[in-house]
C-alpha cells in the first residue's frame, strides 16, 4: 500500500545483523562505526545470551572470558570480525542464534514480525 511505511530499522538490530553476518564468516563492510556504548552494550547483550546457546563447557568459558573482557574494556563489531577465525563452530553457532534471539525480540517488540 502507498500509505505503509516500513520503520527504519534501530542502531540494535543493525548491529544484530551485521554481527550474525559477521559470525557466519561474512565480510561486513560498515558505513560508519556505530555508537561504541550501543556496540558495547548490544555485544554484552549477545555474549551473555550466547553462554546458555553453547554446548560445550570450553565454549561457555571462552564466551564468558569474552563477555568480562567486553565489560572491563568494551567491545566492537571490529574486534569480533578479527577474532571469529580463532573460535570454535559452537562458540560461532552460539553467538549466531543469541544474535538471531536477540533480534527476534526487538522486531516483536517494535511490530516487525
Known amino acids: 500500500m502507498l500509505g505503509d511505511v516500513k520503520p527504519t530499522p534501530s542502531l ?5 545483523v551485521a554481527l550474525i553476518d559477521i559470525y557466519r564468516g561474512l565480510k561486513v563492510n560498515l558505513p560508519v562505526e556505530p555508537d561504541p556504548q550501543v556496540q558495547k552494550n ?3 547483550d549477545v ?11 570450553e565454549s561457555m568459558q571462552v564466551i564468558s572470558n ?22 570454535s563452530p559452537d562458540v560461532l553457532n552460539a553467538k549466531i542464534a543469541a544474535a538471531a534471539y ?8 517494535n511490530n516487525l514480525h
Open 42 to 44: 548490544v555485544l554484552r
Open 102 to 109: 536477540l533480534l527476534k525480540l526487538l522486531n516483536k517488540e
Open 47 to 57: 555474549l551473555s545470551t550466547a553462554i546458555s546457546f553453547a554446548e560445550k563447557q
Open 12 to 16: 540494535e538490530q543493525y548491529i544484530l
Open 66 to 87: 569474552e563477555l568480562f573482557k567486553c565489560n572491563q574494556d568494551g567491545c566492537t563489531l571490529q574486534e569480533q570480525m578479527e577474532i571469529i577465525e580463532q573460535q
